[in-house]
């Protein structure tokens, strides 16, 4: 091939290919800092780009979980609180059974202990009615109450459930509401609050601390739950930062490297352009 050639042009030719490796260079380098990813599609790399959907993936279903398991949190909060009212109650009414199994109490001083008792249990039925959470509750089932179920939480990202079970508050009620006939009977009240398996009341208020101390153990193992995946999620970001996020600082240096490699391709380009226009001279 010759060199003095009007046809062909190797020095524009070899001047225009690197000039378009510099100009796709200096596109990439562009795509990274205006983006902040190394890889922001499969174009870039596509094994690492369907690992970081994957781990976005994960990132995601945590959050929900998490969502989830704050709403539990919530429901769980407020049956403690109802179960913890219920006990202080409890205890009230305990002190005016032990008034009312002492046989010398008698007439209008029963009586009132009777009503003091009755009203007691009434605040108990308001408690169990009153634990709701966003229209949930694990206790009460008073009258037919909406909402009223054992709880299966979403608890990671595969789906995963933790079982919260319930406290049925009208069998509840139904035990410790005694008639005005079992409470005029020293005898028999004596027996409602003594040591026997037949001690109904103090039954009730035994499974008052079981279900605190059950409820309790939910709310440490949905907090350690929460605690976890936040955890997770971190070191998923961190991960996914250190796969896909560009290293700015680099890409800045070499975007001034290639924008001056791009100048001089685009000057040695017009360079060769015009070396065709030596040839002219031959013919004066």
Request: aromatic fraction near 6%; proline fraction near 0%.
């Amino acid at each position: 091939m010759s060199l003095n050639s009007v046809n062909t042009n190797m020095s524009a030719a070899i001047a225009l290919q690197s000039l378009n490796m510099t100009s796709a260079a200096l596109q990439a380098t562009q795509k990274q800092i205006s983006t902040g990813y190394r890889v922001a599609d499969a174009t870039d790399d596509g094994a690492a780009y369907a690992v970081a959907q994957r781990v976005r993936s994960d990132v995601g279903a945590l959050t929900s979980a998490n969502q989830q398991l704050g709403n539990v949190q919530g429901l769980l909060s407020t049956t403690i609180s109802g179960l913890n009212n219920v006990s202080t109650e409890m205890n009230t009414a305990r002190d005016v059974l032990v008034k009312l199994a002492d046989s010398t109490v008698q007439g209008t001083t029963r009586s009132q202990y009777i009503q003091q008792y009755q009203s007691d249990v009434a605040n108990i039925k308001t408690f169990f009615e009153d634990s709701k959470y966003n229209g949930k509750t694990l206790i009460g089932n008073i009258g037919g109450a909406t909402g009223f179920g054992a709880v299966n939480v979403i608890r990671n990202e595969v789906g995963a459930t933790y079982h919260i079970g319930t406290m049925s508050g009208s069998a509840f009620m139904a035990s410790i509401n005694f008639t005005s006939t079992q409470l005029n009977g020293a005898g028999t009240v004596a027996g409602l609050i003594g040591t026997a398996a037949s001690a109904t009341f103090m039954n009730k208020l035994n499974a008052v601390g079981t279900n605190l101390n059950t409820y309790g153990a939910a709310t440490n193992y949905v907090n350690n739950q929460v605690t976890f995946n936040s955890n997770k999620i971190d070191a998923l970001n961190n991960g996914l930062g250190a796969l896909i996020d560009a290293n700015l600082a680099q890409e800045s240096a070499t975007l001034q490297s290639l924008q001056i490699r791009q100048q001089l391709g685009t000057q040695a380009l017009s360079i060769a352009n015009q070396a065709p226009q030596s040839l002219l001279s031959l013919f004066k």
